[in-house]
């Protein structure tokens, strides 16, 4: 009996050491600090105001912005990627737009933690509304060489925020832009008056394109 505990213990810790040994292989291999190194680079270029992580079984995010028109980072647990091969952002009931996101520029793999991190930037015109809803679709391949889709909703919730200067840390949020554009705080303003000048304004509803137009008249 002695013996066969000793013999136990002593397989016991070869196997723990081999796993230890291998982990550390694996962390200080080429290929793993290469992905660390990208990764680190990504998320200081885009400089995200939050991190938002996502369950990947859940059907849809809904994230309340407190400002917008600044990058989001999302993080989702996607195992077993070989390769992401595209991810299109499509919104068809408003500001109609097909955009597609860019490796590197709007979204990162993380094969070493099995994270898809995507970046998004919501602008102001995107929320006259106050809530704009997109459908996110990716399209991957697996480690067993599938090919596989994957989508989920992304919905923004959002109420502007009137001028505050003359009542210092008072926060007063209005129903919506258009009703009283006028009232705006001077950022938001500045914001809208920038994106009036590169909004494609052909693509956009008959009904939303109204709402951008009396913005624009009371700016």
């Given amino acids: 009996m002695k013996l066969t505990n000793i013999s136990i213990i002593f397989i016991l810790t070869i196997f723990f050491i081999g796993c230890s040994s291998s982990t550390n292989n694996l962390t200080n291999s080429k290929e793993y600090q ?14 995200p105001m939050a991190t938002v992580n996502i369950n990947k079984n859940s059907l849809k995010t809904i994230t309340l912005l407190q400002e917008a028109s600044n990058n989001i980072l999302y993080v989702i647990k996607l195992e ?10 499509t919104e068809n009931k408003k500001i109609n737009i097909e955009k597609v996101l860019f490796k590197s520029q709007d979204f990162f793999y993380d094969k ?31 480690t067993n060489k599938e090919i596989k889709t994957y989508k989920r909703k992304f919905i923004f919730k959002y109420k502007p925020m009137e001028d505050s200067r003359e009542d210092f840390m008072s926060f007063v949020y209005m129903e919506n832009m258009h009703k009283d554009a006028n009232k705006l705080d001077p950022i938001i303003k500045k914001h809208l008056e920038l994106e009036l000048q590169i909004i494609d304004k052909n693509r956009l509803s008959k009904e939303y394109l109204k709402k951008i137009e009396k913005i624009e008249n009371n700016l």
């Fill in 80 to 89: 077993n990627i070989r390769n992401i091969q595209s991810i299109l952002l």
């Fill in 34 to 47: 290469k992905i660390l190194r990208e990764k680190k680079e990504f998320v200081e270029k885009i400089n």
């Fill in 112 to 142: 070493n933690n099995e994270e898809l991190l995507i970046n998004l930037n919501i602008p102001y015109l995107y929320l006259v509304d106050n809530t704009i809803e997109f459908d996110m679709f990716f399209i991957y391949e697996t």
